[in-house]
């Protein structure tokens, strides 16, 4: 079986956080450029894979998705499947959903405990991050437990390596690409 690959794509307040509360949609404060590049990835995967709540803030009744919910499990749509992911791995999605369609790329959408999920995994294989130049102040992180607040330190704390850096537009909206080192080393 080929090694699937997984990209998490994310969306950053400059204090490092996702979202102020759990049901603002992230088009409601990030950049129409953000907004592209989260469709350009959508586009490309497989599968994406996401928290209730992510879910909900953006229900697509048409698109592949694997959903993490401890309370509501298996196929609620013929693309839409519900999961408890303890103790489960990246394998077990992978065997899942190969029926519907194969999971060669996945698509980490959040939120805080879906990375939580991926990271303890060691399945995180990229990072897209994106950095709108607005501050919460509260709201959720990007990982539990989450020191830093800005958001490239974040990942680069947890061993991620930064590739690429752009500034999208004139406001100041700021785009990273990061790769974990270890699947840097294996080759791809
Ligand atoms: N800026 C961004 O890039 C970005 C990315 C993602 C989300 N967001 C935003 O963040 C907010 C939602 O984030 P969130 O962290 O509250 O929620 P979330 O992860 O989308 O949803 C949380 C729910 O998902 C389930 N879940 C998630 N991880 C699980 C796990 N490991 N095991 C079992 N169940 C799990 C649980 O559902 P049950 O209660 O059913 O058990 C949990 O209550 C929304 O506003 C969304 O728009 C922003």
């Known amino acids: ?50 928290g209730r709540h992510t879910h909900e803030a953006a229900d697509k009744p048409e698109r592949r998705r694997i959903v993490f919910s401890s309370s509501v499990s298996g196929w609620q749509r013929p693309t839409q499947l519900w999961l408890d992911p303890a103790g489960l791995d990246v394998t077990d999605l992978v065997d899942r959903v190969a029926n519907v369609r194969p999971l060669r790329r996945g698509l980490i959408l959040g939120g805080t405990r879906v990375h939580d999920w991926f990271l303890a995994s060691g399945a995180i294989h990229k990072v897209n991050l994106t950095v709108e130049p607005v501050c919460f102040g509260s709201g959720l992180p990007v990982f539990t437990g989450q020191q830093a607040s800005d958001p490239v330190e974040i990942f680069v704390s947890r061993g991620f390596e930064l590739t690429e850096e752009a500034t999208l537009n004139e406001k100041g909206t700021r785009y990273y690409e990061l790769i974990a080192p270890a699947h840097d080393q294996e080759g791809r």
């Open 1 to 50: 079986m080929t090694r699937p690959e997984f990209t998490l794509t994310v969306a950053t307040s400059a204090d490092g956080l996702i979202s102020p509360t759990i049901d603002t949609p992230t088009h409601v404060w990030a950049s129409e450029e953000e907004q592209a590049l989260f469709f350009r990835d959508v586009e490309s995967a497989d599968w994406a894979i996401m």
